[in-house]
């Protein structure tokens, strides 16, 4: 049966991929910055916030979106405040690990559905929630492509921009917001653990052959996109987890990448020496 | 005596300290417009934090940082300012080509929604043919050579037109060609366009000739450089800064007019 005649598949489709290709723009930046696991972190945040919902009966997406952007901006505050960059995050994610396991114990019946979160369920989401992953996505989206010149300056050398007049503690503190974005906006498409990896692994991919940083931002971007529609296809045919077939396609992606990039530098290397030895 | 050129670099009896470990006490010193200053010291000795507090980087706990004039922390026209660290942070994680780093430059001039002018698009390819990169215009800066990382960095700082360069080891790491090349556009920089240059340095090689007067971070103090016992390179020993003893034992004024 063709996947697309399904509408489940229709939806996990348009939201893996909107997350997905969306997801690696941000995550330049914060690859950039040598803070990878930053997305990591605000998904074992947003967990806790998942587990709240469950409890207070509220919407799991409101209540990861209000404990992440406020872990977001104490992750800030504490990076600023002096607190080495691993630590803050070490404190956010075990922090996070243990109010949403509290929390989901309390909810009664929910500790299932809580912990469903963190490997997400893309088959089983209604369109109202894939149009709440796109509005995030599209946000996150803008911001990049407003803030994209100051923000490349920031990641590049933040000192250097400060200098410059770079407004750099107000933009560090957004990409931690719109990582926070990220975060709640895959959590139902690829799970809390999983959307980090696609923040990540995608960028590491196009950083293997992509020349300029806006080229690393599009390639990633692109195998973002790619992973998803391959994953979740591959998903369905073999009858796999969509959320871990998204990542290991990604990952797929970079070994690919990486294979290409030794071949073509071990050629030039190798012409380099011909060209050396002829002389 | 006091220079009449415009003072762009000014510590006025700055005091600092990382907790209760003191590192600056009383320091003063001026660089004065189109003059070339360089300070020296051992590692540790307190020059990248003489750096940090002169672009506003970290406050003095007494004391007074001027730029143009202006206490560094109400100073605006960080346009006017360029800044050169050292060649590691050229070390990116990802790809980012000499154009992009170089653009990266205008960032602050041109403010959160700005977009660069032909004007300001010109000027990128103006820095970069003045600094001999501009046929790698398009290369990832982590594939140059350490000298062709510096001039990109020293490219990014002049993009904007400053008329203050503050440069921190910019020979750490590059070799002899490389270093030539950031003399000439130095020299150019002093002698033709005026700018006033803070050049901070453990090796004397690079500046030697170049600098009006070179300072020396010693025992949390700037004092003029030791003679060429301390700094063989230095050659003789610059004019002697107009010497201001306080009546009150704090230390005198060192001033760059040369």
Known sequence: MDPL???????????????CAVAPLVGTFVVQRQQSLTGDGLGHVAFAGVGLAFLVGASPLFGALAMTLLAAAALHRMQRGGLAGDLSLALVFYGGIALGYLFASRSGGGVNAVLGFLFGSPLDLQWAEVAAVVALSLLVLAVVVVLYRPLVAVAFDEAAARVAGVPADGLVLTL????????????SALG??????MMVVPVAAAAQVATSYRGTMVLASGIGAGSAVTGLLLAYHAD?????????????CYLAAATVRATVSRRADSARWSRTVSQ | MTSRRPVALEFD???FGYGRTPVLREACLRVAQGRFVAVVGANGSGKTTLLKLGLGLLRPAAGTVRLFGQPVQTFRDWPSVGYVPQR???????????EEVVRSGLAGRLGL????????????????????????????????????QQRVLLARALVTRPRLLVLDEPTTGVDAGARSVLRESLEHLVAVEGVAVTYISHDPEGFSGLADQVLEVCAGRVIPARDDHEHPHLGPAEPSAPARTPADGTQQLTEGQG
């Open chain 2, 113 to 148: 929604l700005g977009r660069p002018s032909a004007e300001d698009r010109d000027r990128v390819e103006h820095v970069t043919d003045l600094l001999g990169v501009a046929t790698l215009r398009r290369s990832p800066i982590t594939r140059l050579s350490g000298g062709q």
């Open chain 1, 192 to 197: 809390l653990l999983l959307i980090s990896a």
């Open chain 2, 88 to 98: 590691a942070a050229a070390a990116s994680a990802l790809p980012i080509s000499v």
């Open chain 1, 176 to 187: 931690t917001l719109i990582v926070a974005l990220v975060v709640v906006g895959g959590m």
């Open chain 2, 13 to 15: 009896h700055v005091t």
């Open chain 1, 5 to 19: 005649s399904l509408e489940f598949m229709r939806k996990a489709l348009v939201a893996a991929t909107v997350v």
């Open chain 1, 240 to 252: 796999a987890t969509p959320g871990a077939s998204i990542v290991l396609v990604a990952i797929a």
